[in-house]
């Protein structure tokens, strides 16, 4: 079930360690340390990814899927955080040839105090590391090459935070942002986003 955001306005967020469901094991350290910077952007006060993952590991609090649909109330007893961001990574892909990062995830906000998923999306977001070297025969074999070599160096975080950006860029905006609230009348974005980004 999802309730009203406006109704439970979050201004606090711990960001749960990322579910990962995909091959590539480095993916759900990457990618955690990408979730922060967005949310404070949109205007959350968002807990440190360091602190808190101390405390995750500390408390065996880990795994996220033991939380994912589970009591929520321990991060607000001893954090005093609203919400709790649990992303789930569904597919990290590289494709260095085509010149593509194709990352998908799912993003679920749910309240500390009820329990309840407040906002919800879900992203395919392939980054785009082409490179155009000209034309000719000669250009496309350099853009071949540097295309290649373009996506192989392209950081895995600097994709991590280009899926987050697009994907969240719908959310409410948070309580220390100064459009906060006067977004309440713009038309909710879709649920699940596929989209190419540079």
Not at 133 to 162: P, Q
């Amino acid at each position: 079930m999802i309730v009203d955001f406006e109704e439970e306005n979050p201004t606090s967020i711990v960001v749960m360690p990322p579910i990962n469901q995909t091959d590539f094991v480095e993916a759900k350290e990457y990618f955690y340390t990408t979730l922060h910077k967005p949310l404070c952007e949109k205007g959350y006060y968002v807990f440190s990814p360091y602190m808190t993952m101390e405390l995750f590991q500390t408390e065996s609090a880990y795994d996220s899927e033991m939380f994912l649909e589970g009591d929520l109330t321990i991060f607000k007893n001893i954090l005093g955080a609203d919400a709790a961001m649990f992303t789930i990574i569904k597919s990290w892909k590289k494709n260095a040839i085509g010149g593509k990062i194709t990352v998908g995830i799912e993003y679920i906000l749910r309240s500390t105090h009820t329990g309840e998923t407040i906002y919800t999306r879900e992203g395919l977001i392939s980054v785009d590391t082409s490179i155009n070297a000209g034309g000719g025969s000669f250009g496309a074999i350099a853009s071949l090459v540097a295309t290649a070599i373009s996506t192989a160096t392209t950081d895995k975080i600097i994709a991590g935070r280009r899926c987050n950006a697009f994907v969240l860029s719908d959310m409410p905006e948070g309580k220390y942002s100064t459009l906060h609230q006067q977004d309440s009348n713009q038309p909710a974005g879709k649920k699940y986003i596929k989209a190419t980004v540079k």
